[in-house]
């Protein structure tokens, strides 16, 4: 059996899933100011309808970014401090991968551009496609604004089929590179962690608790910007 607890606070909505050998148990909350209040208590809920301590679980799958810092922080604590205590490896899933999943099981995309408000006239933007029932990224992530992006030469394709994130309703003019939009996603959920986060554990890819690590990407800019480097 591959059981598989999920859980993300990255964006406005919180949640948490869990995988048992095919059956899908979720809570999804969109909640900005209430992540530490609600995710801990969402885990419960989970671990008792599924009758599973966390030392039964094969892996912990986390939302590693992007997203907002204080967001990417907190999932990635709480799944640190879940992991060690239960020797359990960490899966970690970039929220715009688990997008672009989200968009595929609600609205049945195939080809998908993910973007969130990254804040500060910037977004978060990937772009996949799928392949064996996974969303894959055909472009590197990168925080950058929309007109930037709109200026972008390696995309791959000149109109995707479905946009889908808080990047749309934000930035209307992304709408020009997309067919439509997946509206029934607005934010990533942990439900949609689960099938990257399978591929992973199959693989061996699971990390220890103390070497996982959050993708933020702005601070990968920043760094690139400073003077002298």
Known sequence: MTRILAIDTATEACSAALWQNGELLSRYQVAPRGHTDLILPMVAELLAEGELSLNQLDGLAFGRGPGSFTGVRITLGVAQGLAYGADVPLLGVSNLQALAQGAHRACGGERVLSAIDARMGEIYVGAYRLEQ?????????????????????????????????????????????????????????????????????????????????????????????????
């Open 133 to 229: 029932g996974l969303m894959v990224g055909t472009i590197e992530e990168r925080v950058l604004a929309p007109a930037q992006f709109l200026d972008s030469t390696d995309t791959g394709t000149d109109s995707w089929q479905l946009g889908v994130g808080s990047g749309f309703v934000t930035y209307a003019e992304l709408m020009s590179r997309v067919e439509g939009r997946c509206e029934a996603v607005p934010f990533p959920e942990a439900r949609d962690l689960l099938p990257q986060a399978i591929a992973l554990w199959q693989a061996g890819l699971g990390v220890a608790a103390a070497d996982a690590r959050p993708v933020y990407l702005r601070d990968k800019v920043t760094w690139q910007k400073l003077p002298g480097r």
